[in-house]
C-alpha cells in the first residue's frame, strides 16, 4: 500500500534553513507527480510546491517562489523541498502527497500522502 513519510522538519529561527524529505513506498514512485502541502491549525490546507515525475518541472505558492525549491530523486524514491529564509508564517505541518499531472499541475490523490513533519519558526 501507498506510504509516505516526511522528516527534517525542527525549530528553528527566522531567517534559517530546512531541508524536509519525503520517503515514498508502495507505489512506482517515478509515475506519480509529487506535491508539498502545509496545514494549520485553523486553516485550510495550503499547497506548497509541486513537481511532475521526471522532475522537469515544478510550480510553487507565490510566497514561497525562489526560497523553497522543490526536487525529487527517483533513484531513492524521495522528495525533498529545500526550505531558505524562513519566517514565521512558515510555520506549519508539512506534508508530502502523490497525485496526477495535468495542464502543469499536480493533482494531489486523496489519501495519498504522509503524517506530516513539523516546521517551526519563531524567535
Known amino acids: 500500500q501507498v506510504h509516505l513519510v516526511e522528516s527534517g522538519g525542527n525549530s528553528v529561527q527566522p531567517g534559517g534553513s530546512l531541508r524536509l524529505s519525503c520517503a515514498a513506498s508502495?507505489?512506482?514512485?517515478?509515475?506519480?507527480?509529487m506535491i508539498w502541502f502545509r496545514q494549520t491549525p485553523g486553516k485550510e490546507n495550503e499547497e506548497v510546491a509541486g513537481?511532475?515525475?521526471?522532475?522537469?518541472?515544478?510550480h510553487y505558492r507565490y510566497s514561497v517562489k525562489g526560497r523553497f525549491p522543490i526536487s525529487r530523486d527517483n533513484s531513492k524514491d524521495t522528495l525533498y523541498l529545500q526550505m531558505n529564509s524562513l519566517q514565521p508564517e512558515d510555520t506549519a505541518m508539512y506534508h508530502c502527497?502523490?497525485?496526477?499531472?495535468?495542464?502543469?499541475?499536480?493533482?494531489?490523490?486523496?489519501?495519498?500522502w504522509g503524517p506530516g513533519t513539523q516546521v517551526t519558526v519563531s524567535s
Open positions: 502527497a502523490a497525485g496526477d499531472w495535468a495542464d502543469r499541475i499536480c493533482f494531489p490523490k486523496a489519501g495519498w
Open positions: 508502495g507505489y512506482p514512485f517515478s509515475t506519480h507527480c
Open positions: 513537481i511532475d515525475m521526471a522532475g522537469s518541472a515544478t
